[in-house]
């Protein structure tokens, strides 16, 4: 989230609505629509929209030729659509990512235009503020001053307080296949206004177009669309923390908490229940709510296990038996192996045999870019050795590219050879501009760049 000091009564009406939804757990926000096209909102939402960047809708249209036609005058056109009611949704792009060590699985990506962008991130910073109030202190995903790391830590600390059996769960598309009906029965708890209500539904049951093998579009969703919501929209986290709420809250209502002797801990759709010998009934727990509430779990990657014998991954980091220097037990957290290959292809990449004829300092800038994103997210828990291991492979891969790139020819006549010592100079000269591990400070000691690193989390 940018800051909004350039925008002091945006700043100032989200204080004021989490301030009166705190004050008043049951009391239903109206008259919100006439904020939406405020100019001041939709010059906050399109600075967050331009920040975040990402690739265009299907319209086409990008950032560069929005600001070359003239932003001021975008926005104004955009501004007289929401107040004359003639604002329609345009359809959805979808885009398959692949699943990292999944080989032939994809993540479905939904890419709406940069217009849509622009009106999902005003609804949000009305919305965000009214809904935050309500929120668990166990949910961490996509809300403001938390991060991944402060879900990670939490574990561990429950681990270390005795909260050893474990629900390592995992939802089956979850944004995929939340309901519509309930997730507005959730909205509409607290947003009143019908113009804000309708926009919402318009976005969720936008029509999706998707280019299939062939280069044809496919269309899917639409008005008859039930479930799901587009997972790349800027609305999507905000209601998929609102949708998943009702699970946390119901844990508690039906007293399973103090039943199993169990923590909750979310981000996202990721989340594990941690248990004092009660792991197996808390599952079973858990599935009835979810199912009640339209979720399902991944049957297959959904398992219990008790920590101390078996380890489990959780935002990329493996939680289990550590030693000490002494010798000693004891549980705690580590990178996993899944995202330390991840970090090591993508060095295999970068220095490859077609990246020769790229200038050093390019490919010292990529390698330095990965590397501080990488070490950023995974510097918690135990990685001194592995800290050592990735620096010298690090090391290595640019020295087999520098050797590649001033390689010396071969004897002809005529033609001097680069004497030996010249070269290793050269290369030399390229491992000085790296960037090791080593070299990057600890989440805990520098909180911001425990916060810029949060993204690093793709390589999970």
Sequence with gaps: MIS????????????????????????????????????????????QCRNNGGAPGIDSKTFADIEEDGRERYLAELEEELKDRRYEPQPV????IPKPGQPGKYRPLGIPTIRDRIVQQAVKLLLEPIFEADFTDNAYGYRAGMSAHDAIEDVATNLRSGYTEVVDADLSKYFDTIPHRELMCSVERRIADP??????????????????????IVITGGKHTKQGTPQGGVISPLLANIYF?????????FGYDRKFTSRIVNYADDFVILTRRRAQPALQAAKKILESIGLTLNTTKTRTCEVWKESFTFLGYT?????SWGGRRYLGKTPAEKGVE???????????????????QTVAGNLNCVTRGYWN????????FLRHDLDEYLRERMTIWAKRKYKRPRKRKG?????AKVVWQRVEAVRAMLVYGRDIPRAHHSREALARGASAACLA
């Design 4 to 47: 909004l000091k350039r925008w002091p009564k945006v700043s100032e009406l989200r204080e004021k609505l989490n301030r009166k939804a705190k004050a008043e757990k049951t009391y239903r926000f109206y008259l919100l629509y006439d904020k939406v096209f405020r100019k001041d909102f939709l010059e906050a939402a399109y600075a």
């Design 93 to 96: 792009r979808r885009v398959l």
């Design 195 to 216: 113009k804000v209500l309708w926009l919402i539904r318009r976005w969720l049951k936008v029509p999706v177009h998707e280019t299939n093998k062939n280069g044809k």
């Design 245 to 253: 709420r009702r699970f946390l809250v119901a844990w508690t209502k």
């Design 319 to 323: 939680f289990g038996v550590q030693y």
């Design 342 to 360: 991840k970090y090591r292809e993508t060095l295999r990449k970068l220095t490859a045999s077609d990246q020769t004829s790229k200038a050093p």
């Design 377 to 384: 997210y995974f510097s918690l828990g135990t990685t001194v």
């Design 415 to 419: 033609l001097k050879r680069s004497p």
